[in-house]
């Protein structure tokens, strides 16, 4: 028999929650959600975790779910938030994902909580990879269901669903199943009841072994993208580099970066796979250049011996935000990561801004760029305007009202992946060193 898993010590053990933090925990009246939900009070105290349940109204009994949520709070002591959306027409599964984390995210601002806890479990993680190799083409595509996405973070996915099931039972939490789960019309459902069987039947540790190879490519995938921002060099800061440079690189190594510069153009991700990446290499590679189109507005465009990547969305800037240091936040399509690291730290890449934290304080805004905004970019004597800057750099017109802008005191400390200020940055043998990165939100 397995032992017996206690749900504190797996959200202790995962190193995604401190004891002093606060947050949400996502409860949908399920085991994985009651089993997360009481080892997030255990862990960090029940006043410290706010249980957020969305109630849909899409089945007669959802109001059971609701009740099962209030009683598990009652239980555990915890405040619960219950939400009431409204959903239209069209794959209602992913308009209720995107309700549930929109929800989280907006009451985690407005309470100014640390992170947004969901249940998710190994089981999870496996039925994921095998729908998404089945669905949807590349690495990337496999690597859903982070620990640790922005805000969110996953505590559980060390256990198998079995695991955390019987915890919520040992420790006499309520709970009540999905009827829905069983329904074979939704291709998860099939995946859960079908597919995932027969393949613990060819090898009975085929969760495991899902879930280290989805571990192994993760830690692949951070090192190429790194050699390919490498690779780019000071270019990646301007959305725009010289052909020959994207000539010279791996196919490979070349996709990854294209990808990269398409990203800061959209301000989100861009699924720019193998053929796509190969009709820009050979528009790139002829005389008379030309524009690539990549849906939803984006184009790749070269002329003069340059690409570069822009947007056609006239959407309103972002609205502004405010960074703890550390914490995370998001700003439009961007995931913005603030850390307090001890001692000096050696820059890795355009998309890291190392900063003194005695001089930006516990707090820092991040917002658009405004008309007027000036700079004392590093190494520079004086000030420059974000508008000269953004030229030097060849940074598309579309892109630069959804760059986000890291603001200390009215005073610009950086504008991600293109400039930090010399006047904030941090200084050769600090004591302690904030290191802020941001990337294409999932």
């Given at each position: 028999m397995a032992p017996q898993v206690e749900p504190a010590r797996a959200v202790r053990d995962s190193r995604l929650v401190?004891?002093?933090?606060?947050?949400?925990?996502?409860?949908?009246?399920?085991?994985?959600?009651?089993?997360?939900?009481?080892?997030?009070?255990?862990?960090?105290?029940?006043?410290?975790?706010?249980?957020?349940?969305?109630?849909?109204?899409?089945?007669?009994?959802?109001?059971?779910?609701?009740?099962?949520?209030?009683?598990?709070?009652?239980?555990?002591?915890?405040?619960?938030?219950?939400?009431?959306?409204?959903?239209?027409?069209?794959?209602?599964?992913?308009?209720?994902?995107?309700?549930?984390?929109?929800?989280?995210?907006?009451?985690?601002?407005?309470?100014?909580?640390?992170?947004?806890?969901?249940?998710?479990?190994?089981?999870?993680?496996?039925?994921?990879?095998?729908?998404?190799?089945?669905?949807?083409?590349?690495?990337?595509?496999?690597?859903?269901?982070?620990?640790?996405?922005?805000?969110?973070?996953?505590?559980?996915?060390?256990?198998?669903?079995?695991?955390?099931?019987?915890?919520?039972?040992?420790?006499?939490?309520?709970?009540?199943?999905?009827?829905?789960?069983?329904?074979?019309?939704?291709?998860?459902?099939?995946?859960?009841?079908?597919?995932?069987?027969?393949?613990?039947?060819?090898?009975?540790?085929?969760?495991?072994?899902?879930?280290?190879?989805?571990?192994?490519?993760?830690?692949?995938?951070?090192?190429?993208?790194?050699?390919?921002?490498?690779?780019?060099?000071?270019?990646?800061?301007?959305?725009?580099?010289?052909?020959?440079?994207?000539?010279?690189?791996?196919?490979?190594?070349?996709?990854?970066?294209?990808?990269?510069?398409?990203?800061?153009?959209?301000?989100?991700?861009?699924?720019?796979?193998?053929?796509?990446?190969?009709?820009?290499?050979?528009?790139?590679?002829?005389?008379?250049?030309?524009?690539?189109?990549?849906?939803?507005?984006?184009?790749?465009?070269?002329?003069?011996?340059?690409?570069?990547?822009?947007?056609?969305?006239?959407?309103?800037?972002?609205?502004?935000?405010?960074?703890?240091?550390?914490?995370?936040?998001?700003?439009?399509?961007?995931?913005?990561?603030?850390?307090?690291?001890?001692?000096?730290?050696?820059?890795?890449?355009?998309?890291?801004?190392?900063?003194?934290?005695?001089?930006?304080?516990?707090?820092?805004?991040?917002?658009?760029?405004r008309d007027g905004d000036r700079i004392s970019p590093l190494g520079l004597d004086g000030t420059k305007t974000l508008q000269d800057l953004f030229t030097d750099h060849k940074v598309p017109?579309?892109?630069?009202?959804?760059?986000?802008?890291?603001?200390?005191?009215?005073?610009?400390?950086?504008?991600?992946?293109?400039?930090?200020?010399?006047?904030?940055?941090?200084?050769?043998?600090?004591?302690?060193?904030?290191?802020?990165?941001?990337?294409?939100?999932?």
């Amino acid at each position: 028999m397995a032992p017996q898993v206690e749900p504190a010590r797996a959200v202790r053990d995962s190193r995604l929650v401190a004891e002093s933090s606060q947050g949400i925990a996502l409860v949908s009246g399920g085991a994985d959600s009651a089993a997360l939900a009481a080892g997030l009070a255990a862990h960090c105290g029940a006043e410290r975790v706010v249980g957020l349940h969305l109630n849909y109204g899409l089945r007669p009994d959802s109001g059971e779910d609701e009740a099962t949520c209030r009683a598990l709070a009652e239980l555990l002591g915890i405040e619960l938030v219950v939400e009431r959306p409204r959903l239209g027409p069209g794959n209602v599964q992913a308009q209720a994902r995107r309700a549930r984390y929109d929800a989280a995210e907006r009451l985690r601002r407005e309470r100014g909580l640390d992170w947004v806890a969901a249940g998710h479990t190994r089981t999870d993680l496996a039925e994921t990879v095998i729908y998404r190799l089945a669905t949807s083409p590349g690495r990337r595509a496999l690597l859903g269901l982070a620990p640790r996405n922005g805000a969110v973070v996953r505590p559980l996915l060390d256990l198998a669903r079995h695991q955390v099931r019987g915890a919520a039972k040992a420790a006499g939490l309520p709970f009540r199943d999905d009827p829905s789960n069983a329904e074979p019309a939704f291709a998860r459902n099939r995946i859960r009841n079908e597919v995932l069987p027969v393949l613990r039947e060819i090898g009975p540790s085929a969760e495991e072994v899902i879930a280290e190879t989805q571990l192994e490519l993760r830690e692949e995938a951070a090192v190429l993208e790194r050699a390919a921002s490498e690779a780019l060099g000071p270019a990646a800061g301007a959305a725009a580099v010289p052909v020959s440079l994207i000539a010279e690189l791996d196919p490979a190594l070349a996709r990854i970066a294209l990808r990269q510069l398409a990203e800061r153009a959209a301000g989100g991700q861009v699924p720019l796979g193998r053929a796509r990446a190969e009709e820009i290499r050979r528009v790139a590679a002829s005389r008379e250049g030309g524009v690539v189109e990549l849906g939803s507005g984006i184009e790749a465009r070269v002329e003069h011996g340059f690409l570069s990547f822009s947007s056609g969305s006239a959407e309103a800037p972002p609205a502004d935000q405010r960074l703890s240091i550390p914490g995370s936040c998001r700003f439009g399509g961007w995931e913005l990561t603030a850390e307090l690291r001890e001692g000096e730290v050696q820059a890795s890449g355009p998309e890291l801004a190392l900063l003194d934290p005695g001089l930006i304080g516990e707090q820092v805004v991040v917002r658009a760029w405004r008309d007027g905004d000036r700079i004392s970019p590093l190494g520079l004597d004086g000030t420059k305007t974000l508008q000269d800057l953004f030229t030097d750099h060849k940074v598309p017109r579309s892109l630069r009202r959804t760059l986000p802008l890291v603001v200390s005191g009215g005073e610009i400390a950086w504008v991600a992946g293109v400039a930090v200020s010399e006047q904030l940055r941090a200084r050769p043998g600090a004591e302690r060193t904030a290191v802020l990165s941001a990337r294409a939100a999932e």
